[in-house]
């Protein structure tokens, strides 16, 4: 197979100055979403609020916050059906509005549990906001590059996004070291990379936007989506069903991991703030951009059932050694951990971008990613919550038990990687099988 495009070469030359513009707009949004990652979010508030709140409410809101992300990809039905028939940079534009109010907000949260409450609040909104951006960005890919180009240019915005992201982490958990206070600061500065994300966005372009405009509307309720287009969906496509089920899976044990992980490294470990921020978020983060061309090619090369296939034995180790790192409490595993999940990462976020391809017909792509970020909000509700949980339940039983919490995302991991290896060869059998004579 050859190499696949970077992303100069595989955009026509009059599409490379709007994909510099766009590129310039997720990096400067970067910021932002780099103090409301998961890890960094988690970490905040186990240091922030660690003595202001009783130990199971602490637990429960680190969950929340670290899985606000994936939660907040519920209202993706939402966000779809409000999208259809607008103008879509004037709606990425309005959304970043609300997204920089999100931080105001959290910028002014005292140490309290009325401000904690307050922060958990403005964190879900700005992940709510944020999947509108995610979900209407999708259209804004489909109709700008081809496929070629579109993966190039999304692993592109992946590995800026990810040095980004993790440099930030990595600056958010020093900050809080050395003095917790500095939260407020760091939402303000962060709302105001937003207001620059949202004028860079304003001077995007959208391919044939009028004719996209007039068939959406055109399309009346067929076009929007809707529970039961989701419903009517995961019906009609047995494919998509079994994939996304064995990524929910999956998915639910990744998620799982890293509320309890931060417990044990703040509460077991007794590491500092910043370790636990590279430990959970920004080294993961970073080896975002070294695996992202790995993974490119091999999703250009095969079907996204297989990618996942092979992509989900990487999830697998990290899950492995971060059990065994906790339990142990060995440092050096859990470091091996993160490097794995980073790994792992990077091939997941591109299969969250574009694997929905593979089974979607062009019309309807908004509503097959839809479909794959509602049920990933399913899981994001419950899985963090559930992994913070767990480790509450375990420490109250018998102190120091709580790591073995991690137990339960490495058995969903392993039951999520055993179902993509049976599709991939349900898949491989049904093309031998259309290939006969």
């Not at 694997?355 to 097959?368: L, N």
């Not at 039983?397 to 490495?410: D, F, K, M, N, T």
Request: aromatic letters at 8%; one cysteine or more; a positive charge.
């Amino acid at each position: 197979m050859p190499e696949p495009p970077t992303t100069a070469s595989a955009l026509p030359p009059m599409s490379r100055p709007h994909a510099r513009i766009e590129l310039s707009a997720w990096a400067l949004l970067a910021v932002p979403n780099g103090v409301i990652a998961g890890a960094v979010s988690g970490v905040l508030v186990a240091t922030v609020y660690a003595d202001g709140v009783a130990g199971w409410v602490l637990a429960l809101a680190v969950g929340l916050v670290t899985g606000a992300g994936p939660l907040a990809n519920v209202s993706s039905i939402i966000w779809s059906r409000w999208s259809r028939g607008r103008d879509k940079i004037r709606s990425l534009a309005a959304l970043q509005a609300v997204f920089a109010s999100a931080f105001l907000v959290a910028a002014v949260a005292p140490p309290s549990p009325a401000g904690l409450a307050l922060l958990a609040a403005a964190v879900l909104t700005a992940r709510i906001v944020w999947c509108g951006v995610v979900t209407i960005r999708a259209s804004l890919w489909r109709a700008n590059y081809s496929r070629r180009a579109r993966t190039a240019f999304v692993a592109r915005v992946q590995a800026v996004v990810a040095v980004i992201v993790a440099v930030v982490g990595a600056a958010a958990g020093l900050l809080l070291d050395l003095d917790p206070r500095a939260q407020r600061w760091m939402f303000l500065a962060a709302a105001g990379f937003c207001l620059a994300g949202l004028v860079a966005l304003r001077r995007l372009k959208l391919r044939g936007q009028r004719r996209r405009l007039r068939a959406e509307l055109a399309g009346g309720a067929e076009n929007t989506f809707n529970l039961n287009s989701l419903k009517r969906i995961l019906a009609n496509d047995p494919n998509y069903r079994r994939y996304l089920g064995c990524l929910f899976v999956l998915g639910s044990g990744t998620l799982m991991a890293t509320a309890p992980l931060i417990l044990v490294l703040g509460r077991d470990l007794s590491v500092s703030a910043v370790t636990q921020v590279l430990i959970t978020g920004s080294l993961p983060t970073l080896l975002i951009p070294l695996a992202t061309p790995y993974w490119s090619r091999k999703l250009a090369e095969r079907h996204a059932i297989a990618y996942r296939a092979l992509l989900s034995r990487v999830f697998v180790a990290a899950a492995a050694a971060a059990l065994a790192g906790a339990t142990l409490s060995w440092l050096p595993l859990l470091w091996l951990s993160a490097a794995l999940q980073g790994i792992a990462s990077a091939g997941g976020m591109l299969g969250f971008s574009l694997g929905h391809d593979d089974f979607a017909p062009e019309a309807r792509s908004v509503e097959y990613l839809s479909v794959h970020i509602t049920l990933a909000g399913v899981r994001g509700l419950t899985a963090p919550l559930i992994g913070a949980a767990s480790y509450t339940v375990l420490e109250a039983w018998r102190p120091g038990a709580g790591a073995w919490s991690l137990a339960l995302p490495l058995a969903l991991v392993s039951a999520g990687a055993v179902g993509f290896a049976r599709l991939e060869r349900h898949l491989n059998a049904s093309r031998a099988r259309a290939a006969m004579p």
